[in-house]
């Protein structure tokens, strides 16, 4: 099994709807983030946390928020699509600070 | 400011071809975290190497190896002998632990059969 699980892997919605994404781990490890991917910007950090209490904002989080359930748990949430956010987005993990950071396999958004 | 610029957008190779890739950093911070992240087709994000701002050893794994020189600022990736397996785009990457990690924009490679 994935150590790195990403739920639902392909989504179409619709413009205004409310939509999450959901990460889960099997790594043990505490730090836990959100990218998205555009074609040829490369990733851009949306949210991430250092444990279950410990949640920090990245460098485009507006339209965007985050629950951290558990520790293995990270889910992203989309208040209201809009079509811009279209994109793959990417949950990573990681051990501790500098430690690498593993991927999940990705879900890819179209908002209509 | 934390900053990883890889100039080559794209990059095309006849297969069985060397191909270097090339990634510059920028960092205030003597401490840090050098990466490479291969992304087939396919999409999912596949980690391949870490290293430290204090070894500056080249490292060789199999057909794939790193070249660090902090002189010029460079964690350049040479695929030797390039296979059809090898088309992806690939990541750089640097965390000095003060901010969270960056990432360049990227390196499409296509090698051709």
């Known amino acids: 099994d994935a150590d790195v699980t990403q739920t639902p892997r392909n989504r179409i919605t619709k413009t205004g709807k409310r939509i999450m994404l959901e990460c889960s781990q099997t790594?043990?490890?505490?730090?836990m983030y959100w990218y998205r991917q555009d074609p040829g910007l490369g990733l851009q950090l949306i949210y991430y946390?250092?444990?279950?209490?410990?949640?920090n904002k990245g460098e485009i989080s507006d339209g965007y928020s985050v629950s951290r359930q558990a520790q293995a748990k990270f889910s992203l949430s989309l208040e209201s699509a809009i079509p811009n956010q279209t994109a793959l987005y990417f949950c990573?993990?990681?051990?501790?600070?500098?430690?690498?950071?593993?991927f999940g396999p990705g879900t890819r958004l179209t908002v209509l | 400011a934390q900053k990883v610029t890889q100039a080559q957008t794209e990059i095309s190779v006849v297969e069985k071809e060397d191909v270097t890739l090339d990634c510059v950093y920028e960092?205030?911070?003597?401490?840090?975290?050098l990466f490479w992240y291969k992304q087939p087709p396919s999409g999912e994000l596949v980690f391949l190497i870490r290293?430290?701002?204090?070894?500056?050893q080249n490292e060789i794994s199999g057909r794939y190896s790193w070249n660090f020189q902090k002189s010029t600022s460079s964690f350049n990736f040479t695929i030797t002998a390039s296979q059809v397996v090898d088309s992806a785009v690939y990541f750089c990457?640097?965390?000095?632990?003060?901010?969270?990690?960056?990432f360049g924009k990227g390196t499409r490679l296509s090698v051709i059969a």
């Open positions: 290293r430290n701002s204090f070894d500056e």
């Open positions: 790594k043990g490890h505490d730090r």
């Open positions: 990573a993990t990681a051990g501790g600070r500098v430690d690498t950071q593993y």
């Open positions: 990457a640097l965390d000095s632990g003060n901010t969270p990690l960056v």
């Open positions: 946390s250092f444990d279950v209490k410990d949640i």
């Open positions: 960092t205030r911070d003597t401490t840090y975290y």
